[in-house]
């Protein structure tokens, strides 16, 4: 079937693209839809309808995390199962740079990094101050979030994560309709 899409993409008429577009539009946002039509060789102007088919990401997450496989797979996780655009970073210099250029939604911070004055430095900067920040802990406590909480953070999730539920997790934290 991709043969034929490929090889007689002119022949399609708007019905048949039209169901396309349904479909794409149930399926769980897994690629942005220009990948999908660059890895389904599908030429330049059916790569614009396709674009336009999926509602642009909805929401931006800060990921800063030192441990690659950790950031790698909250990263991949929250982009498979939702329209969020998921921004990572692997030091605390290079998040505080994307927080004050890209102006998340949300913040997730591993409390573990190695720059322990990071959450201090985004509450100090004008541009980042007023940026939501949740806490990614190794374990947590009964008391760990009133604390947490306390000191300006917008919630906790702990270490490790069910990546499965993330995403209702940080949705659940910030008060968001779920994705």
């Given at each position: ?52 088919s999926i509602s642009p990401p909805s929401r931006c997450i ?115 309709s779920p994705p």
């Amino acid at each position: 079937m991709g043969d034929r899409f490929t090889h007689n993409w002119r022949s399609l008429d708007n019905s048949l693209l039209t169901t396309f577009s349904r479909l794409l539009r149930t399926l769980p946002y897994v690629w942005r839809t220009t990948d999908i039509a660059r890895v389904s060789g599908y030429p330049r102007g059916v790569r614009t309808i396709l674009t336009t088919s999926i509602s642009p990401p909805s929401r931006c997450i800060l990921v800063i995390e030192p441990e690659n496989d950790l950031r790698a797979v909250i990263t991949l996780s929250l982009k498979t199962l939702t329209a969020w655009d998921v921004l990572p970073a692997s030091s605390g210099g290079e998040g505080l740079e994307l927080a004050r250029t890209r102006q998340p939604d949300v913040i997730l911070l591993d409390l573990d990094v190695r720059d322990v004055t990071l959450f201090a430095r985004l509450k100090m900067n004008p541009k980042t101050d007023s940026l939501p920040v949740i806490a990614l802990v190794p374990r947590l406590l009964s008391g760990d979030r009133v604390q947490l909480s306390e000191r300006g953070f917008a919630g906790a999730i702990a270490l490790p994560l069910d990546t499965s539920t993330l995403h209702e997790t940080i949705a659940a934290i910030m008060n968001w309709s779920p994705p």
